[in-house]
């Protein structure tokens, strides 16, 4: 059966001399697996990691095969830069591993999309962009942390975060084990990525004090709710 999709490329690897097995996160069948044959003479554009296109696809039983497809967006200054590349690997990897085969999830192909868009913009610091895309992945996922007021009590005052029990803690409350200390920036940081649209997300930077708080706490979060090792960064703590 022929059907037609949109979706980026999240993984490639070659077959052979002319062939390519293409990981895709699309937009109406979630992630596929999709071979493309002879690439070199068409579809090299389409069949590439980062690239965005509307897809025409045949669909067997267990996977998919490209026919052919139109580039919407390649995001060529995201591959100028090591960095700038290996933050979008690093948003393509998460996607590879929370996304599901044959489960749509809309809302995470946009995310995906909005945070590459704003690496190839280049105007937002990278870590922050990291973290953004994360908290948000995370709330879309259901793990949304419970900032409005202290978890265990119910106090006004937030001054510690804890990630496994998933939100705020007064000074009262310090039975959580991975407490870390919380500011008022890192906890409007975070409240106001939780309140906004995926449109709206990355529309703003961070200071360096207040980014490096909020970054940490959220690389926390995402190590205590994603169980798995991310190679791209590996990578790039070894660069
Ligand atoms: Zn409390």
Do not use: W
Not at 213 to 220: N, S
Request: charged share 30%.
């Amino acid at each position: 059966m022929i059907v037609e999709t949109r979706g980026i490329v999240l993984q490639e690897s070659p077959i052979r001399e002319k062939d390519k097995r293409l990981l895709i996160y699309t937009k109406d069948f979630g992630k596929i697996v999709c071979f493309a044959k002879n690439v070199r003479k068409r579809n090299v554009a389409v069949a590439s990691v980062l690239s965005y296109s509307d897809l025409r696809l045949f669909q067997n039983r267990d996977s998919y095969q490209l026919i052919e497809g139109t580039v919407l967006k390649s995001f060529e200054h995201v591959k100028e830069d090591i960095f700038s590349l290996s933050y979008a690997m690093y948003l393509l990897e998460f996607i590879s591993y929370v996304g599901k085969e044959e489960l749509e999830n809309k809302k995470l192909l946009k995310l995906l999309i909005y945070g590459i868009n704003a690496i190839e913009k280049n105007k937002i610091n990278l870590d922050v962009i990291k973290s953004v895309f994360d908290l948000k992945l995370l709330q879309i996922l259901g793990f949304e942390p419970d900032l409005s007021a202290c978890i265990h009590c119910g106090s006004n005052e937030r001054v510690y975060f804890s990630a496994i029990d998933g939100g705020s803690i007064c000074s009262m409350c310090k039975h959580s084990k991975d407490m870390v200390s919380i500011d008022e920036g890192s906890l409007a940081v975070m409240e106001h990525i939780l309140r906004l649209d995926i449109e709206g997300l990355f529309s703003f930077d961070l200071k360096e004090g207040v980014r490096q708080k909020f970054t940490d706490i959220i690389d926390i979060y995402v190590k205590v709710h994603i169980d798995y090792k991310f190679k791209t960064l590996e990578f790039l703590k070894s660069i």
